[in-house]
């Protein structure tokens, strides 16, 4: 059974994509605990961390770093924060953003009524720091699309 995550990848609900390869797309939260909180996530439907191989969790990992690399650079965030949990979408994903501080980390904290400009906004920024960092190759063409090119 399809997940909302797989549809927003296939198109059939919208998402803000800043980074798509062959294993993993990257796009925003629709509920940020901060400014640029996004999700990193298979293209394979896999339900939790734990049932993913070792070379899935390493690229995830890996894209993970460079998406928080970008947060840093555009807020000027101390650090990246990455969570793990899963329980709102049985589908494995990744959240990374920008972080002060260990006590906004906290689910409680997202915000569910930031309007669609400021999402997109804090999109685009990460969007263009993955260009500066030399990852263009992998950010989408359009904010809207999962695919390269």
Known sequence: ??????????????GRFVWADDVCVVFATIAPITDG???????????????ASDDLLAHLVAVAKKVGQAQRAVWDAPRAAVLVAGFEVPHLHIHVLPAWDEAALRFDNARHDVPAEELDAAAERVRAALRDAGHGAHVPA???S????
Do not use: N
């Open 37 to 51: 909180h996004m999700l990193v996530v298979p293209r394979e439907e896999v339900d939790q961390f734990t049932d």
């Open 142 to 144: 359009a904010l809207d």
């Open 1 to 14: 059974m399809a997940t909302v995550f797989s549809k927003i990848i296939a198109g059939e609900i919208p």
């Open 146 to 149: 999962p695919r390269l090119g």
